[in-house]
């Protein structure tokens, strides 16, 4: 009996925490009886009754007890600890919506109690979830075996074309593609309308700056030389997709393996949104996505095989190639892989007994190389087309919401050298702190003064690091409502571009086209399945799984070539964690979860690289 309440009880909380909604503090003085404000606070813990509470807790202690039947009773000490840290974040995300700060949880009792009620029924659900998840994953035996079916052979081919059947509709319904603001500010530059920057990275401003001038140039109109850069866009990104399909079929990924990674590029609408869209982050992420499939290959490769090392220079090859464009297609793309290569360099190192040497020169010097030509071809560009450096503040989000926050509330406290130090950097400190949006730092970015010195920056950030021990709140909230997108599952990113007023047509196709497609886009990212498939904070919750099941099936394995083929994929991950690192350091969430495609784009395949590591180790 004991147990079945038990189970009762979990499911009543983790209902609880699915649908409870968390309120701003309410204030003793807007009640004219203490009572009366009590009972206020009593009702906002409980909340209101609901029926589908109690359906959805009878539903959840069903769960309960059919996993604790079917699942293992195995101590877990490290998913225990991950699933407390994510249980709070829908919480605190809630709060963060709700007010934009955590007022909501931590600034009165009864949002406290509520927060610690949600966080525990989240983090009953999430445990048990990933429990029988895990153990799902580890009753799977399938052995790598050659693939009958559809799959059989020519899986790139195939893969690539499923892709432009699916996409291509879509892309002449929206013709001459879906913009956005940044496509039009690159073409603007090349036509003299724009001083030529490197805000947006110059090789591909010239790709489709060119080609749309082309098109204005012979074709008559620049939305076909645009609907031309489409072309070669959707050509690399298929190509980017299907490769992965393909190296999963030559590691001996099964037929079904295959197939929900291909349904997953077709069904989830962000693929066929950016498909459409003409963007930077398309060829970026196409680049990027062929560079970790070198990557993994190269790792978790059998060194000592003769078929790895014939093609051995053929991958090394395409990770230089991969990494080059990953650097010429996004200016982040350089920290990206300076700041990937040395973590897992320092990951190689550090099992430098186990490791063959020329594995670690395998990862060194395609990379070294990709970041040495792509550095000198973006400074060739730059110099050579005399174009003006306009990156400083980008790097600068964070700080700059943070003082932008602090003004807001505390700018009367400043003294007159710690107002000029502000100034000097981001101009009127009255203007910063009106300009301030939580949700993204493009208004107070845009007062960031380019003729400002590395003095002056320090002078600011003197006073940026003083003011944090006055007001670390302050520092805090801001921080957490500029982030917390990326780690929440409950927040909606769905992105489909609206950019008006350019002198290029938008109508589609045919006439509402466009605006067809947008609500159709919108409307599946309001739909629960393929939102989810497309959530920023779902995929990031997904790296984390992954890491956490590599880790433990490798500290489980007593073989050691096996434990080292898990340690070395886990490695493979690590550029994913710098992309985060990046998007946390981006200029907002809300209306850029583009930021997060490397993570959401390459997790498909190695998750499925990942089941082939423990399904080859049987």
């Given at each position: 009996?004991?147990?079945?309440?038990?189970?009762?009880?979990?499911?009543?909380?983790?209902?609880?925490?699915?649908?409870?909604?968390?309120?701003?503090?309410?204030?003793?003085?807007?009640?004219?009886?203490?009572?009366?404000?009590?009972?206020?606070?009593?009702?906002?813990?409980?909340?209101?009754?609901?029926?589908?509470?109690?359906?959805?807790?009878?539903?959840?202690?069903?769960?309960?007890?059919?996993?604790?039947?079917?699942?293992?009773?195995?101590?877990?000490?490290?998913?225990?600890?991950?699933?407390?840290?994510?249980?709070?974040?829908?919480?605190?995300?809630?709060?963060?919506?709700?007010?934009?700060?955590?007022?909501?949880?931590?600034?009165?009792?009864?949002?406290?109690?509520?927060?610690?009620?949600?966080?525990?029924?989240?983090?009953?659900?999430?445990?048990?979830?990933?429990?029988?998840?895990?153990?799902?994953?580890?009753?799977?035996?399938?052995?790598?075996?050659?693939?009958?079916?559809?799959?059989?052979?020519?899986?790139?081919?195939?893969?690539?074309?499923?892709?432009?059947?699916?996409?291509?509709?879509?892309?002449?319904?929206?013709?001459?593609?879906?913009?956005?603001?940044?496509?039009?500010?690159?073409?603007?530059?090349?036509?003299?309308?724009?001083?030529?920057?490197?805000?947006?990275?110059?090789?591909?401003?010239?790709?489709?700056?060119?080609?749309?001038?082309?098109?204005?140039?012979?074709?008559?109109?620049?939305?076909?030389?645009?609907?031309?850069?489409?072309?070669?866009?959707?050509?690399?990104?298929?190509?980017?997709?299907?490769?992965?399909?393909?190296?999963?079929?030559?590691?001996?990924?099964?037929?079904?393996?295959?197939?929900?990674?291909?349904?997953?590029?077709?069904?989830?609408?962000?693929?066929?949104?950016?498909?459409?869209?003409?963007?930077?982050?398309?060829?970026?992420?196409?680049?990027?996505?062929?560079?970790?499939?070198?990557?993994?290959?190269?790792?978790?490769?059998?060194?000592?095989?003769?078929?790895?090392?014939?093609?051995?220079?053929?991958?090394?090859?395409?990770?230089?190639?991969?990494?080059?464009?990953?650097?010429?297609?996004?200016?982040?793309?350089?920290?990206?892989?300076?700041?990937?290569?040395?973590?897992?360099c320092i990951g190689l190192l550090r099992r430098r007994k186990e490791v063959p040497g020329e594995l670690f020169l395998s990862i060194l010097l395609p990379t070294v190389v990709a970041i040495l030509v792509g550095s000198g071809v973006n400074f060739a560009l730059a110099k050579g087309l005399d174009a003006r450096t306009d990156n400083t503040a980008e790097i600068l989000s964070v700080p700059m919401q943070q003082t932008a926050r602090y003004l807001q509330l505390y700018r009367n406290e400043l003294t007159d050298d710690q107002r000029s130090a502000i100034e000097a950097v981001w101009g009127d400190v009255n203007e910063m702190a009106a300009s301030y949006d939580p949700k993204i730092s493009d208004p107070v970015k845009a007062l960031y003064r380019k003729d400002c010195s590395t003095s002056d920056l320090m002078g600011y950030f003197g006073v940026w690091f003083g003011s944090f021990f006055r007001h670390p709140g302050v520092y805090f909230d801001a921080f957490a409502v500029h982030i917390y997108g990326w780690l929440d599952p409950g927040v909606s990113n769905s992105v489909r571009y609206e950019a008006t007023d350019l002198p290029i047509s938008q109508e589609g196709l045919f006439h509402g086209a466009s605006r067809g497609l947008m609500f159709l886009y919108r409307t599946l990212g309001r739909f629960t399945p393929t939102g989810f498939l497309e959530n920023v904070g779902v995929w990031t919750w997904v790296l984390f799984f992954l890491t956490y099941g590599l880790r433990r099936r490798r500290e489980k394995d007593t073989d050691v070539t096996n434990r080292l083929s898990r340690e070395l994929l886990s490695l493979a991950l690590i550029p994913l964690y710098v992309s985060l690192l990046i998007c946390i350091a981006a200029p907002a969430f809300f209306l850029h979860p583009r930021y997060a495609f490397p993570i959401m784009f390459t997790l498909p395949y190695l998750t499925g690289i990942a089941l082939l590591e423990k399904r080859a180790t049987k």
């Open positions: 009996m004991k147990k079945y309440i038990g189970y009762g009880a979990a499911g009543l909380l983790s209902s609880y925490a699915v649908l409870h909604t968390l309120e701003a503090p309410l204030s003793a003085a807007d009640y004219a009886e203490r009572v009366n404000y009590i009972r206020a606070c009593l009702f906002t813990i409980l909340g209101d009754y609901s029926f589908p509470l109690i359906l959805l807790a009878a539903a959840l202690a069903f769960f309960f007890g059919a996993a604790s039947r079917y699942t293992p009773e195995e101590k877990m000490p490290g998913l225990t600890v991950l699933c407390g840290l994510l249980s709070v974040v829908p919480v605190l995300g809630q709060s963060l919506s709700c007010t934009g700060d955590l007022r909501c949880v931590f600034g009165w009792v009864p949002g406290f109690i509520s927060g610690l009620l949600m966080a525990g029924g989240y983090f009953l659900l999430l445990l048990q979830l990933l429990r029988m998840v895990y153990f799902l994953i580890e009753r799977s035996r399938a052995r790598q075996c050659p693939v009958t079916g559809f799959w059989a052979d020519r899986p790139f081919l195939k893969s690539f074309l499923l892709l432009a059947a699916c996409n291509g509709p879509i892309l002449l319904l929206s013709y001459p593609g879906n913009l956005c603001y940044d496509i039009w500010g690159q073409l603007s530059m090349i036509i003299g309308e724009a001083q030529l920057t490197t805000h947006h990275p110059l090789l591909h401003t010239l790709i489709a700056g060119g080609l749309a001038s082309f098109g204005k140039a012979f074709l008559g109109s620049y939305e076909k030389g645009i609907f031309l850069y489409m072309i070669l866009q959707d050509l690399l990104f298929f190509s980017a997709l299907a490769a992965s399909i393909a190296f999963l079929h030559r590691r001996g990924a099964s037929g079904k393996m295959l197939t929900a990674v291909q349904l997953l590029y077709l069904l989830t609408p962000v693929y066929s949104n950016m498909a459409s869209t003409a963007i930077k982050d398309v060829p970026f992420v196409s680049c990027f996505l062929l560079y970790m499939i070198f990557l993994t290959e190269v790792l978790t490769g059998e060194h000592e095989d003769e078929k790895y090392r014939t093609a051995l220079p053929k991958l090394l090859t395409g990770m230089s190639l991969s990494g080059i464009f990953v650097i010429l297609f996004r200016n982040n793309g350089r920290p990206l892989l300076i700041l990937s290569l040395v973590l897992i």
